[in-house]
């Protein structure tokens, strides 16, 4: 199982960034999918989710800012990111389990002016 994410970088606060996370190894199709993140100092946190039928959760910090998707055919799951935080400075890992958690090796978002 591999997991390759993507998409990360620099961006100014109030900006906007799309994470990519490309997953082999698994039936992507019926995997729950989910970012995470881990700011520095800071515990790895839940972002959002995504499931085998399209369902989304988010995390309160991002809903409404943050919108997560996937394209079965591409074996990717997105993370659309918009009026984005200083706060927001993290690595994001995306996540799946299959049989147990795989991660994927984590993209760095860096909110700043």
């Known amino acids: 199982v591999q997991l390759q994410a993507s998409g990360g970088g620099l961006v100014q606060p109030g900006g906007s960034l799309r994470l990519s996370c490309g997953a082999s190894?698994?039936?992507?199709?019926?995997?729950?999918m989910t970012w995470y993140r881990q700011a520095p100092g800071k515990q790895r946190e839940w972002v959002a989710s995504?499931?085998?039928?399209?369902?989304?959760d988010y995390a309160d910090s991002v809903k409404g800012r943050f919108a997560i998707s996937r394209d079965n055919a591409k074996r990717t799951v997105y993370l659309q990111m918009i009026s984005l935080k200083p706060e927001d400075t993290a690595v994001y890992y995306c996540?799946?389990?299959?049989?147990?958690?795989?991660w994927g090796q984590g993209t760095l978002v860096t909110v700043s002016s």
């Open positions: 996540n799946t389990y299959w049989g147990r958690d795989y």
């Open positions: 995504i499931t085998s039928g399209g369902s989304t």
């Open positions: 190894g698994i039936n992507f199709k019926i995997s729950r």
